[in-house]
């Protein structure tokens, strides 16, 4: 089992900066791909940005691309969302995942295991 507790939400202006964390516990040697997912009022949960256990590979959402950063530092169980120049599309309630198999698509959110109880984004115009 895992467990993954965001934090780092908040309300910012357009243009301003966050960075959201993510902190594992649990089994977490079982994990391999860790995710992060958001969800805006009516709108389906959606891929933001994924990285390997390693950290060597990274995948963003074209929405998100050249303005979003994940990072992960597995010495603290931690993988964080660096968010630049936000937008009010942004807005969302942003999720944790983590995923335990390699294989798969890691923007598909039916392939993630664990999943944190989100932290809420507002950018404001």
């Known amino acids: 089992q895992v467990q993954l507790v965001e934090s780092g939400g908040g309300l910012v202006q357009a243009g301003d900066s966050l960075r959201l964390s993510c902190a594992a516990s649990?089994?977490?040697?079982?994990?391999?791909?860790m995710g992060w997912f958001r969800q805006a009022p009516g709108w389906e949960r959606e891929f933001v940005a994924a990285?390997?256990?390693?950290?060597?590979?990274?995948y963003y959402a074209d929405s998100v691309k050249g303005r979003f950063t994940i990072s992960r530092d597995n010495a603290k169980n931690t993988v964080y969302l660096q968010m630049n120049s936000l937008k009010p599309e942004d807005t969302a309630v942003y999720y944790c995942?983590?995923?335990?198999?390699?294989?798969?698509?890691?923007?598909?959110?039916?392939?993630?295991?664990?999943w944190g109880q989100g932290t809420q984004v507002t950018v404001s115009s």
């Open positions: 995942a983590a995923k335990r198999s390699g294989l798969g698509n890691v923007k598909f959110r039916n392939e993630y295991d664990y």
């Open positions: 649990g089994r977490t040697f079982s994990s391999t791909y």
């Open positions: 990285i390997t256990w390693s950290g060597a590979g990274t």
